[in-house]
């Protein structure tokens, strides 16, 4: 049963996450602005990037997970992870070898967290383009949010192949949408 208390609000939370990851997060990753796209992840955090399928690089493997640390290289190291400049500069490179345009986001749902108003979770899609324009990768990913002092912040990413994937592993039913 959906908690209708979580839906307060939600028509402002839809237009916020629209212009962040629709707008914000879609030109800072687009540009392959390192720094920029850093931006929209908490802060001095640990972050999980889970893979379901097709890992990074394109290639088919069974996907992994991926530990990162927002903060600087030493905390990173003291925290077993990569430092999310790194991760995102090979990011980025990656993507300049694969002839890498632009992306376009599409928000498809989000969901307020019941037990704390400061999380929610967002359901995107995203779509990849070359140079001539052809789109050669979509996925879908769902997004764990934070908000502190009144900006939301990536804190943990979930990436998958299709929606069939990531049907069968959440209830997208509990996402909400302006349209339903």
Known sequence: MKNTESKIGLPELWK?????????????????????????FAPQRKINIYQHGKDVTGKERKGKTIKIFTGNVFASIVNGRIPAKFMAKVIFKRLSKQDYSHSKIELLG??????DEHQSKVHIKFERFNKSGKMYESAIGLYALEEIKKVWYINEM???????DLASSSDLNEMWHPNN
């Not at 979930?158 to 069939?164: A, K, L, M, R």
């Open 16 to 40: 916020v996450l629209e212009k962040k990851f629709c707008v914000d997060l879609k030109n800072d990753f687009s540009n392959k602005d390192v720094q920029g796209w850093l931006n929209h």
């Open 110 to 115: 989000i969901q307020k967290s019941i037990d």
């Open 158 to 164: 979930s990436i998958y192949d299709n929606n069939d």
